[in-house]
């Protein structure tokens, strides 16, 4: 059987807008805290897991391998594991099985982020996340995704807006009290989040955390090494994680399924049959506030829809009865991507140790979780931490590792504002990076199709769906598909978005209406644009058609359907 | 190492430089559907876990890992990816099933690289960004730099390196999937055009497409769904510096240190001895050399010699690169570590066809990642005869 793993050490950099360090630096400081907090030096470590988002955000191909020796890893055994945002919690979960197969003893498990580094705007990585031939070409930004699916989860129960942003203030207020934070502020109010800028109804600036640089980096160990390295190690319970589909667009985006799976699987592990009971504090992932309650609901911590409820009587407080995000979670200290999932994890040792400061929740919590969520609104990592009964934590040692000054920063050439955007001090490359990617069996003639003015689908005759978009298997029961069908050119507006800015935050002349819409006659449905409407006029639930583009302007691609409008209009 | 872990399934799919007109995903199902077939299994309920292995810049996609669940069968499971060669992701199965969290595990990687248009660039992509890229180099030349130093290092030869692909694009003709079987022999080699001196152009293996899917298993399954089990005997990996002003030029330090945890936990004394045969990277044909002397089958010049003497063929004593290798079959970028473990795999069985290796019990696997990256991982693999009954 699997040997007991525990965390026993973290630290983290500061996280801030743009780091004077490169990501090597980074990772290099967060680790050095981490080894510093447990009294470690890196010949103890057996092996290094790394994690960090898309290589876009640093502008390296095959990142971790360039960040390697920054995070320890000259000489050892090492791996860059990456399941998009769900990454940082996954990095400890790595952790886990590296030293549960008895592969390792000790394992520096580091996650690292730079954002600044992408002009114009980090949100340039995530243009190439869609699906490369029938989603890129509708030109969509990242914003889209959640807005559709915050308005899904916000139609679904009739929630109130004021709920949700109860989730903003409490975590910006809660990381008042961090000290590597970026954005902690302790007088934000609701008021504040509900008057900030409207970006892609019905997402808020303030909704939504910030781009952000920094590394977090924990120690993990087997039984053994950890009873000798600390008498107050945090063990690793129970760990989960679960990908969904990647066909988004077919699913219903109102609860995370995924989420679901991965807190079974880790609470099964942990031995947790009641998490509601059993589980005293709780790190979910919260890059927007909606997101955090929609993850309180998958990690069956709350009935579906009731999480809201829940924000606005204080109940996810820091001394309320189910604390969340009490670090001040993504919205608060900030969300370099990779690295704030691992801080979740840090979160939960200082927190269990008793060493979180003027962060500590009350009443000497015994467990914990902390979830991660990632990729197409598809992916969700969960961790179980507790610590021993007996080893009460002292309430009086404030000791999170943090780099508070880089220590090398005075010592470098640390480049202004100016400087870094004139570009006369940074080292500038653009990747000449072209792709022409095949559509392949199934939506080549899906395109075709386009071009003839038909949607096409496919019929899986086992369980009975016809899927579009098309593909030569069916996902679910695992086999070939049987037939092309010729679906319905209508559908029904499943979540809409009234978008006001483009990908790099600029604002758009005139909003843009972005819908998944499922597509009558089938099963599937498409992301794509709709026209010929005024954006009060739109409703989830509004019959729609697809507009073509005269026949002689068609090329075989999804914009081909120049947009959906409702239905009968002229 | 308990539970001990076998590979129980094996399934392939392209392996063609271009494969127009299938996408991707189809090219991983029709791999995936046969590896499922092989190992007898259904993988919406019997396989534990997933792993998959991609680099971004490669697939043209940020977060790559969105688009894989569905065609493996995988949807609404435990699915990861690791940013790695195929062989990373083997040895991350081996831990999952070791750890206690499956018992069953696909690992699966592909290479749609014939979609990438500037692939030069992409792959220069991966030089420092301050200190290198400014330079204007492409990871050819740093190819060239690390054969002249191993050259040096080693006193062998070009002549040595040719001999090299000539051998691998040869066994090609014996291997039904290699997409680049040739007749070749060392003069052509010497006559191919410069590359970054003393790297020749039939030095280089050439780009392919395909898809390997692996179903790994826990000794008690194994068992039960095979009755010709590859076990995985012991695995290591190991990076080394990333940085060209402090790797270690001309030496495979990282494959080194790799093969010695594999074999540690293989129990394998005299590697020399006990292997039967060696699938290794030779992206350029010097690198064949290079590991086989780090994998520690022999010093520079004993391999040297075995090269000579035809003792590296399919009927010498220690057959390397029997399938053609990747210059032989292709370079499948993040997939040629399960390339190699494929072969091992169909060897082991004795389903290598005309290119059956006589006497295979052990076989050992090895992987480099692209330049300039040092990373490397080893495998150790036996037939039931090979791992002791």
């Known amino acids: 059987m699997a040997r007991r793993v525990a965390v026993v050490g973290a630290g983290m950099t500061k996280f801030v807008r743009r780091a004077q360090e490169t990501g090597k630096e980074l990772s290099w400081e967060a680790s050095r805290a981490a080894l510093d907090s447990c009294e470690l030096g890196l010949k103890d470590v057996d092996a290094v897991c790394l994690t960090s988002a898309p290589d876009a955000f640093d502008g390296v191909h095959m990142k971790g391998e360039y960040l390697s020796d920054g995070a320890g890893a000259f000489g050892k055994p090492f791996i860059r594991t990456y ?20 592969m390792a003893d000790v394992v520096l498990a580091v996650a690292e982020e730079k954002m600044s580094s992408t002009q114009p705007h980090p949100q340039g990585a995530f243009l190439t ?36 942003a109860a989730v903003a203030v409490k975590n910006k207020r809660n990381a008042a009290d961090h000290p590597a934070a970026l954005l902690g502020q302790g007088d934000i109010t609701i008021e504040d989040v509900l008057a900030s800028e409207t970006l892609a109804w019905p997402v808020q600036r303030l909704d939504v955390s910030p781009i952000s640089d920094g590394a977090v980096a924990v120690i993990v160990a087997s039984e053994e090494a950890a009873r000798r390295i600390t008498d107050r190690p945090v063990w690793i319970d129970g760990v989960g994680w679960n990908l969904d589909t990647a066909y988004w667009t077919n699913r219903d985006l109102v609860f995370p399924e995924y989420v679901a799976n991965a807190a079974r699987m880790a609470y099964d592990m942990a031995g947790i049959t009641e998490p509601r009971k059993q589980i005293h504090v709780a790190e979910p992932y919260d890059p927007f506030d909606y997101k955090e309650l929609h993850h309180l609901e998958g990690l069956l911590l709350f009935d579906r829809g009731k999480a809201p409820e829940a924000a606005r009587d204080g109940v996810l407080n820091r001394d309320g009865d189910l604390p969340s995000c009490p670090s001040g979670g993504l919205l608060g200290v900030g969300n370099p991507i990779a690295a704030a999932g ?39 990592t969960v961790v179980v931490m507790g610590r021993d009964g007996a080893s009460a934590p002292t309430q009086a040692t404030p000791a999170l590792s943090v780099i508070q000054t880089p220590p090398f920063a005075t010592a470098g050439h640390a480049l202004s504002e100016e400087e870094f955007r004139s570009a006369t001090g940074a080292v500038e490359h653009d990747l000449d990076a072209r792709y022409a990617w095949d559509a392949g069996v199934a939506i080549g003639r899906f395109l075709d199709g386009l071009e003839e003015g038909l949607i096409l689908g496919r019929e899986c005759r086992s369980c009975r769906r016809i899927l579009v978009p098309p593909r030569m298997f069916c996902e679910r029961c695992f086999r070939g598909t049987d037939a092309w069908v010729e679906v319905e050119q209508t559908g029904i507006v499943q979540t809409f978005s009234i978008c006001h800015v483009r990908w790099d935050m600029q604002p758009l002349d005139e909003p843009e209406i972005p819908a998944v819409i499922s597509i009558d006659g089938s099963d599937g449905g498409l992301l794509h644009m709709l026209g010929n409407v005024a954006p009060d006029d739109v409703s989830v639930g509004l019959a729609v058609e697809a507009v073509w583009r005269p026949e002689s302007e068609r090329t075989g691609s999804i914009l081909d359907i120049a947009h959906f409008r409702p239905r009968g209009e002229a | 190492m308990e539970p001990r872990v076998a590979v129980v399934g094996i399934g392939h799919a392209g392996f063609v430089p271009i494969s127009a007109g299938v996408s991707y995903k189809e090219l991983m199902y029709e791999a995936a559907q046969r590896a499922y077939f092989d190992a007898g299994i259904d993988p919406r309920t019997e396989v534990d876990s997933f792993v998959c292995c991609s680099e971004d810049l490669i697939e043209g996609t940020s977060i790559f890992d969105e688009y894989v669940p569905d065609q493996l069968g995988a949807m609404q499971r435990p699915v990861q990816t690791v940013a790695a060669d195929g062989l990373f992701g083997l040895v991350t199965g081996m831990m999952l099933i070791r750890s206690g969290i499956a018992s069953v595990v696909a690992v699966e990687a592909h290479s749609k690289v014939s979609d990438v248009r500037s692939l030069g660039a992409v792959e220069a992509f991966a030089l420092d960004p301050v200190l290198n890229r400014p330079l204007g180099i492409s990871t050819f030349t740093v190819a060239g730099l690390e054969m002249n130093a191993f050259l040096e290092r080693t006193g062998l030869s070009e002549e040595h390196c040719a001999m090299v692909a000539a051998k691998n694009r040869t066994n090609a003709l014996d291997n039904p999937r290699a997409a680049y079987p040739a007749r070749l022999v060392t003069e052509d080699v010497d006559d191919s055009s410069p590359v970054s001196w003393p790297l020749r152009e039939l030095e280089l293996a050439e780009r392919a497409d395909g898809c390997i899917v692996l179903v790994l298993a826990a000794e008690d399954r194994a068992r039960s769904l095979t009755e010709a089990p590859v076990w995985l005997l012991g695995a290591g990996w190991s990076s080394g510096s990333p940085t060209l002003e402090s790797r270690m030029w001309g030496e495979a330090d990282s494959t080194t240190r790799a093969a010695e945890a594999a074999y540690r936990r293989a129990g394998i004394q005299d590697p020399g001895e006990e292997v039967d045969l060696a699938e290794v990277d030779d992206t350029f044909a010097f690198r064949e050399l290079q590991h086989l002397e780090a994998l520690g089958l022999g010093e520079a010049s004993d391999v040297a010699a075995m090269l000579e003497d035809g003792e590296l063929d399919v009927d010498g004593d220690l057959p390397v690169n029997a399938s053609g290798g990747s210059l032989g079959q292709g370079n499948l970028f993040e997939a040629n570590g399960l390339v190699r473990v494929l072969e091992c795999v169909e060897q082991l069985r004795g389903e290598a066809g005309e290119r059956q290796v006589d006497e295979a019990y052990v076989a050992v696997a090895q992987s480099a990642r692209a330049m300039p990256s040092t990373s490397a991982a080893v495998a150790v693999l036996a037939n039931d005869a090979g791992a002791g009954g």
């Open chain 1, 342 to 380: 691992l801080m979740k994890i840090a979160e939960l040792f200082w927190q269990l140790r008793g060493e979180a400061g003027a962060r500590q929740v009350p009443g000497t919590p015994e467990r914990g979780v902390a979830q991660a969520w990632g990729d197409l609104m598809q992916v969700g």
């Open chain 1, 83 to 102: 399941v998009g945002g769900g990454s940082g919690v996954f990095t400890a979960i790595q952790a886990w099985y590296t030293v549960a197969s008895g």
């Open chain 1, 129 to 164: 996340i869609f699906d490369n031939i029938l989603e890129r070409p509708l030109g969509p930004n990242l914003l889209w995704i959640f807005a559709l699916e915050m308005n899904r989860y916000m139609n679904a129960y009739g929630l109130d807006k004021r709920d949700i």
